[in-house]
């Protein structure tokens, strides 16, 4: 009992059948090759039977072994349907085959059949070829610190970042390109390389790069036309406050008596949590209410001098400052005079020279001594 199931056991190993390896589907290009990997395996018994000068490959499509269904004869190419070949050796079992120029007569299923002498199978494992007008999409996946994470998550300014688009290969002559664009347009880093289908585009995150689209696009030149598809990414960068900017409601001097608003803004992601304001007298901060806006309803010369504004949110603060000069109603009668008499009696040179010379520089001392 123990001798006949150690036989049983040697035979189950030593003994092959017939087999086939093949992929389940495979996606081609319209206008483009397709190419079906391929190997198969036989009975042990007919090892002898399959020399390299006698072995034929042929395919059958969506249906029997029968010529009406025989698309490709790799020893008699008059019979085949298709424009192809078998790439690989059939003597050492390999099936592999290509076919050129493929349109949509080529979508279905696909069986292949050995002949060698005496040796003769139909494989019915088969792989199924669908014909597409257009490419599939490449994959775009953003890593930061060489981790990956989601399109949408956010990246902090200043972190190291890796764009990696990658795309599914068709049978293609010349092979597919990936190339890189954004939107807005940006100069986009050196360091991007093209390698098998794979191409990383490297670059440390910045503001100006906040909500920018990055888009990687794989194109097929084919004999006709030039056929591509795209996949995109938008970038999201969380960054501190930058170009604050403090500002008076007009761009002339104030007037004593007036109203005046002073505006404190800011760029930044998140969105600023507070603005605070300050004004600088003699030398001393004096701190004002939070707000973005610092609105005076009547001011007088105690108000001159130099406003400063902060803008913060969780990723930092940024400053700004601008200058409050208050005219007075007697510089400007005097200007306006001035002004008069030039148009009046074409004095503009003896005006300048003498005393509209002195009435200017009175006007920038007292412009000096307020802002400095």
């Not at 589907?25 to 090759?33: K, T, V």
């Not at 404190?264 to 901060?285: I, W």
């Not at 001035?338 to 006007?363: A, D, H, T």
Request: overall charge neutral; some cysteine.
């Amino acid at each position: 009992m123990i001798s006949y199931m150690f036989a049983l056991c040697v035979v189950g190993v030593c003994c092959r059948d017939f087999s086939i390896s093949l992929p389940q589907n495979i996606q081609a290009l319209n206008g483009s090759c397709v190419i079906i990997k391929c190997r198969f395996e036989i009975h042990e018994q007919y090892d002898k039977n399959l020399t390299e000068r006698a072995a034929k490959g042929l395919w059958f499509k969506d249906g029997d072994k029968t010529n009406d269904h025989l698309v490709l004869n790799s020893t008699d190419p008059q019979p085949s349907r298709f424009n192809g070949k078998i790439t690989g050796n059939l003597h050492e079992k390999n099936c592999t085959t290509i076919f050129y120029n493929v349109s949509s007569k080529h979508t279905g299923r696909y069986y292949f059949r050995i002949e060698s002498g005496g040796l003769k199978y139909f494989y019915t494992m088969n792989t199924s070829i669908n014909v597409t007008d257009s490419p599939p999409k490449p994959t775009v996946q953003l890593y930061v610190e060489q981790k990956e994470v989601q399109d949408q998550e956010e990246v902090l300014e200043g972190r190291s970042v890796s764009l990696r688009c990658s795309a599914e290969t068709l049978c293609s002559s010349p092979p597919p390109t990936l190339t890189w664009s954004s939107t807005p347009r940006i100069p986009l880093s050196e360091s991007s390389r093209l390698e098998e289908l794979i191409s990383d585009l490297n670059f440390t995150a910045t503001h100006r790069q906040h909500r920018v689209t990055f888009t990687c696009t794989i194109t097929y030149q084919l004999q006709d036309e030039t056929k591509t598809a795209q996949d995109s990414i938008t970038l999201h960068v969380q960054y501190a406050p930058k170009n604050t900017s403090a500002s008076v409601n007009t761009s002339s001097s104030v007037l004593e008596g007036s109203s005046v608003t002073l505006t404190c803004s800011s760029d930044a992601n998140p969105a600023v949590l507070n603005y605070t304001g300050a004004r600088e007298s003699e030398g001393q901060m004096e701190q004002l209410q939070t707000g973005y806006t610092f609105t005076f309803d009547r001011i007088d010369l105690k108000h001159r001098g130099w406003y400063h504004c902060t803008a913060q949110n969780q990723h930092g603060t940024q400053n700004s400052s601008c200058c409050l000069w208050l005219g007075t109603w007697n510089l400007i009668y005097v200007v306006i005079i001035l002004f008069l008499l030039m148009l009046q009696c074409n004095m503009k040179s003896q005006l300048f020279g003498f005393k509209g010379r002195e009435v200017i520089n009175r006007l920038f001392l007292e412009v000096e001594q307020t802002c400095n």
